[in-house]
T-cell receptor, first 113, second 116 residues
């Protein structure tokens, strides 16, 4: 049972435009959400996060939006740059589960010059 | 800071052989995680330790998998006997657990395992 779902395995965007990556979750106990970025032959690195008490968190070109009623979050990258080309993983955590993270299957973003 | 160190980076073995993956967490971190990445299931948590004690091993697929953390600076993930379906990239991650709601996990570069 996939509790965190990223239904788009890939996304292609023109440089300078907005990239929107989506993530859905099913477990209502999740109260903290994260995005990790992964380049080939490297481990994932933390990008941005959001607590369930907020609906938006912004860090430079990256913004994460959370819609708790829809159990949906999205990552916006604007403007997109070729260096943003990577696999993006959505992850969720529940306070009751300690440090455990549940990841999605990832979305491969390609930013075209 | 050297980051999380994993070895080997690549491992090719034959079905039935024992495989041991190694991890050195970031110095000072007290939580360690083992993940497996596959195309179908993404990143799955296999097991995690806090202060060298296994806390949650519910993600370990079956008895062929075992993990140990004999001290704060070393952990192993062993598969015995290995099977072709174990082929995946295995990641180790560590974090410094505090009382805050979430503590960032830092990942190693992974070990790509191929079982023929």
């Amino acid at each position: 049972d996939q509790q965190v779902k990223q239904n788009s395995p890939s996304l292609s965007v023109q440089e300078g435009r907005i990239s929107i990556l989506n993530c859905d979750y099913t477990n209502s106990m999740f109260d903290y959400f994260l995005w990790y970025k992964k380049y080939p032959a490297e481990g994932p690195t933390f990008l941005i996060s959001i607590s369930s008490i907020k609906d938006k968190n912004e860090d430079g070109r990256f913004t994460v939006f959370l819609n708790k009623s829809a159990k949906h979050l999205s990552l916006h990258i604007v403007p997109s740059q070729p260096g943003d080309s990577a696999v993006y993983f959505c992850a969720a955590s529940a306070r009751s589960s300690g440090d455990k993270l549940t990841f999605g299957t990832g979305t491969r973003l390609a930013v075209r010059p | 800071d050297a980051g999380v160190i994993q070895s080997p980076r690549h491992e090719v073995t034959e079905m039935g052989q024992e495989v041991t993956l190694r991890c050195k967490p970031i110095s000072g971190h007290n939580s360690l995680f083992w993940y497996r990445q596959t195309m179908m299931r993404g990143l799955e948590l296999l097991i995690y330790f806090n202060n060298n004690v296994p806390i949650d091993d519910s993600g370990m697929p079956e008895d062929r998998f075992s993990a140990k953390m004999p001290n704060a600076s070393f952990s192993t993930l062993k598969i015995q006997p290995s099977e072709p379906r174990d082929s995946a990239v295995y990641f180790c991650a560590s974090s410094h657990r505090t009382t805050s709601s979430y503590n960032e996990q830092f990942f190693g570069p992974g070990t790509r395992l191929t079982v023929l």
